[in-house]
């Protein structure tokens, strides 16, 4: 099928006890990261579980590869459709696909704009759209949004970036109140800085990334990066059909970074 992997001759295997059990559950950017150890969680608490990702071909057990690019609509149609017919059903859906973005409002031109908004906001308009009909059909239909602490707090030369988690945090009230008649509940993460390749790319790419490590460590309470898990954690958290009255929240999952106002150190 075009724009995906083979499809296995039979669904993913499950487990038969854990939250997810007898749930079907699509991951997009479970390849990597927080999505990959979301997808990993989502499969040892009972669900079948694809991932829909552009790279796939290194992925763990049980998870179903399906090759698209969210940015390109008739794969997404085509990946959302081979999910559902594998797996018989879809009731999570986690819309995790991103990518970064650095610079202040002077420094991306328009290109950049249209290409991170494209992945990040679009994406998750894609691939919910084509999720939808079979959402609708579930008993338990949950969507998770991975946003960011970057679309409630300012943080220096992310403009881009935040403007896209913004948009994110937004949407995801909005689907919300518009699929609570649906008994779709939707609901996002708003992650700080989790140790992921992600980060691994932007530290490799600064200057002096020691410099870089410490600076983003120390802007987060706890005094350290968050973990894929724990963010994985937090979405599986809200995915959970017990979680079924949590509907448009954002769960801050950031090391205190949203909410706390701690004492300055002394210097
Ligand atoms: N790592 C962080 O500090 C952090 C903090 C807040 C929010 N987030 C968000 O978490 C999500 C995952 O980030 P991560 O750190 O795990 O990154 P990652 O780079 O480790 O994983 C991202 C995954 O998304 C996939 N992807 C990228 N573009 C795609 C596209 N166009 N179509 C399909 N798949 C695509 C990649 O192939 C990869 O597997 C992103 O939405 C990111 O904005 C990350």
């Not at 399906?66 to 008739?74: G, K, N, Q, S």
């Not at 960011?148 to 689907?175: D, E, F, H, Q």
């Not at 983003?216 to 079924?244: K, N, Y």
């Amino acid at each position: 099928m075009s724009g995906t992997t083979g499809i296995p001759d039979a669904p993913p295997t499950a487990d038969t006890v854990g939250p997810f059990a007898g749930s079907r559950a699509l991951v997009t950017g479970g390849a990597s990261g927080i999505g990959l150890a979301t997808a990993r969680r989502l499969a040892a608490d009972g669900a079948r579980v694809a991932v829909l990702d552009i790279a796939v071909d290194d992925l763990p057990g049980p998870l179903l590869g399906l090759r698209a690019d969210v940015t390109d609509d008739d794969a997404v149609r085509a990946a959302v459709r081979s999910a559902v017919d594998v797996m018989g059903g879809l009731d999570v859906l986690v819309n995790n696909a991103g990518v970064g973005a650095a610079g202040t409002v002077e420094e991306n031109d328009d290109t950049e704009w249209l290409r991170v908004l494209d992945v990040n906001l679009l994406g998750i308009v894609r691939v919910t759209r084509a999720a939808l009909p079979a959402l609708r059909a579930s008993d338990r239909a949950a969507v998770v949004n991975t946003c960011s602490i970057a679309a409630t707090a300012g943080l220096p030369r992310r403009a881009l970036y935040s403007a896209s988690k913004g948009a994110v945090l937004s949407l995801t009230l909005a689907m919300a109140a518009d699929h609570l008649a649906d008994g779709i509940r939707v609901n996002c993460v708003n992650p700080g800085t989790a140790d992921t390749p992600w980060i691994g790319r932007l530290l490799d790419a600064a200057p002096d990334p020691a410099a870089e490590r410490a600076t983003l460590v120390a802007r987060q309470p706890m005094g350290r990066l968050v973990t894929a898990e724990e963010v994985a954690a937090a979405i599986c958290h809200l995915a959970d059909p017990a979680c079924a009255a949590t509907t448009g929240t954002a769960l801050a999952v950031d090391g205190g970074m949203a909410g706390l106002r701690l004492p300055a150190p002394p210097r």
